[in-house]
């Protein structure tokens, strides 16, 4: 080309944006402007286009450098552009800063900035900026709507996802697929399913995603027996259906439900990737079946799985949790050696200390600070750790440590302390814990509730009990778990049998063995013999071993020849 003008550079830029050579469409740039060519919108926009395509983030910041000098800053395309590459290279500050300069962003412009807070995380800043929309008269895309959506769903923001939907209607978006999706997502995720089961029987929203959403609303919200009714009815279904499906056993402990779910998805699809692979892992260690777990690691090899982070976190899981510290420490070295995280580290330390070796815990946490900045998981794990091994000063060492270092004392942090301090027969620290300002979820209850059953303070329990109920948090499993053994230190047979009852009848709680096993101590320690006979006859299921011995042994001791004989027999059997 003997000569070129301001259009002809701009098509060569544009060529080597287009094809991802950031650097070559800068130079092209430089060049230009060293003939004296001076660049445009166009020019600048092309090679921003380059540089969010491959996150050349330090060039993005030079080029930024000279649309300011060229008197281009306020500049809609430009800033909306600036704003997607910082944004998309994390810089969320910056993006927020170029966004605000914008003398009028349009609707690409607020779309972008919502996009970007919503996959960096911040869904309640998403929310807040689609709000602000309306204030600057600026009416949102249907992606933008969207996006917002899925804001509420990350953070659970019902009352703000229904305002959203609210307006999607008053726009018109009200048969959008795209917003329907979303909706029905929304609801799903913030337990609201017959909102989104009703958005889903209309004809435009019958979809396979919005099909998933459903399924995995049901599933997460512990539903699971009509999440697979739902799933069963699906006339298509993809790799995330089938996750959802296994991710709502596995969210619930249903381990035997999870592994016959397992065997019909490798018998029906060979659609499977390293998340179904990570649930399936997840169900081998909630079965102790490292066997199983065995086969699982081979099918990873010889499928190409071996380098990818997610499933040999997973791995590291399981070996750890079904004990075998040999294969866990395999993997650590020769698979994930070169790409372990945070979740390494955390999966690492959590299986030494679940396996009563917690010094050596302690010592691979002072190597994890060389490698990965602690969270707060990792630190509910040593404390854990400390708890084990009854390491009241460094215990108190981490607490100190989170405090000077300004971690969030998030509800299982707090709940980690107060379990540390219990066990260590430090009550008071627990209870000071306990009573700081902020929310009290179930966990942190929870973690009380237990605490005081350590330090035998059953009266305390059932007050913690009382009050939890007072503030509107709704007991779980663990929470009886504490309740019955309060009972049983302070023999109230009769209020254990209560409590026991209210699990189904007032809760929705279906007793675990875990629970019959309290209600037999309960009835075996106080010498209520009927009782006991009666409770143990009419159990869903037979008795186990440990059971039986126990029953035995009240037998003996309070002289029912008839309820001894039967267990004896049950036991010989």
């Known amino acids: 080309m003997p000569q070129r003008d301001g259009g002809s550079w701009n098509a060569l830029i544009t060529a080597y944006s287009q ?21 445009n919108e166009i020019t600048f926009a092309s090679v921003l286009g380059s540089c969010a395509a491959v996150l050349a983030l330090w060039l993005s910041r030079q080029i930024h450098a000279v649309i300011f000098k060229y008197g281009f800053n ?20 910056d993006a927020r800063g170029i966004f605000d300069e914008i003398q009028n962003p349009n609707d ?22 689609f709000f602000q929309m309306f204030v600057a008269a600026v009416r949102p895309l249907n992606f933008t709507f969207s996006s917002a959506l899925v804001a509420c769903s990350s953070i659970t923001a019902l009352e703000e996802g229904t305002q959203i939907h609210g307006a999607a209607i008053k726009m018109g978006f009200e048969n959008d697929e795209v917003v329907l999706s979303s909706l029905i997502d929304m609801y799903a995720k913030c337990g609201e399913l017959e909102n989104a089961c009703a958005i889903f029987d209309q004809p435009k929203s019958k979809n396979l995603i919005s099909g998933t959403s459903i399924v995995s609303g049901y599933a997460m919200s512990g539903q699971t027996w009509k999440a697979r009714e739902f799933f069963n009815e699906m006339p298509e279904r993809n790799v995330i259906t089938w996750n959802a499906m296994l991710a709502g056993y596995t969210h619930y402990f249903q381990w035997e439900e999870a592994l016959n779910f397992i065997f019909l998805m490798v018998n029906t699809t060979k ?44 791995l590291l899981d399981m070996y750890g949790k079904c ?87 998030d509800s299982v942090v707090r709940g980690a302390l107060v379990d540390m301090y219990s066990k260590c027969r430090s009550i008071e620290y627990a209870i000071m814990v306990f009573k700081e300002r902020a929310s009290r979820d179930v966990i942190l209850w929870n973690s009380m509730i237990l605490g005081c059953c350590h330090n035998y303070k059953g009266r305390e329990v059932l007050k913690c009990f009382g009050l939890m109920e007072d503030e509107g948090i709704k007991p779980d499993h663990v929470t009886f778990r504490g309740v019955l053994h309060a009972c049983t230190y302070e023999g109230f047979v009769e209020w254990g049998r209560q409590y026991f009852d209210s699990m189904t009848n007032e809760y929705g709680i279906i007793p675990r063995l875990e629970h019959y096993e309290c209600m037999i101590e309960l009835y075996s320690q106080w010498g209520y013999m009927d009782e006991l006979e009666d409770f143990v006859k009419n159990m869903p299921f037979d008795p186990t071993v440990p059971m039986l011995t126990r029953i035995l042994d009240a037998c003996r001791r309070h002289g029912c020849l008839r309820l001894g004989q039967w267990a004896a027999q049950r036991l010989n059997e």
């Open 108 to 129: 690409i412009s607020w779309n972008i900035i919502v996009r970007r807070y919503l996959e960096m995380g911040e869904g309640k800043e998403a929310i807040i900026m």
């Open 19 to 39: 094809t991802g050579n950031p650097e070559d469409a800068f130079g092209l740039f430089i060049k230009m402007n060293r003939l004296g060519f001076l660049p």
């Open 271 to 314: 659609n499977i990737d390293q998340v179904t692979l990570g649930l399936i892992l997840k169900v081998c260690a909630g079965l102790s079946d490292v066997e199983m777990g065995k086969q699982v690691h081979g099918f990873i090899y010889r499928h190409g799985f071996c380098s990818n982070i997610f499933v040999g976190n997973g």
């Open 323 to 409: 004990g075998n510290l040999k294969s866990a420490k395999t993997v650590w070295f020769h698979q994930i050696s070169q790409c372990r995280d945070r979740i390494s580290w955390n999966a690492l330390l959590s299986s030494y200390a679940r396996h009563g070796r917690s010094e050596l815990a302690m010592t691979i946490f002072c190597e994890m600070q060389l490698e990965e900045t602690p969270d707060e998981y990792t630190f509910a794990i040593l404390l854990a750790a400390c708890a084990n091994i009854f390491a009241l000063e460094q215990g108190k060492q981490i607490h100190g440590f989170m405090i000077r270092n300004g971690y969030t004392m």
């Open 74 to 93: 306020g500049n809609v395309i430009l800033g909306s552009s600036l704003v997607d590459i910082y944004g998309k290279c994390g810089v969320m500050r």
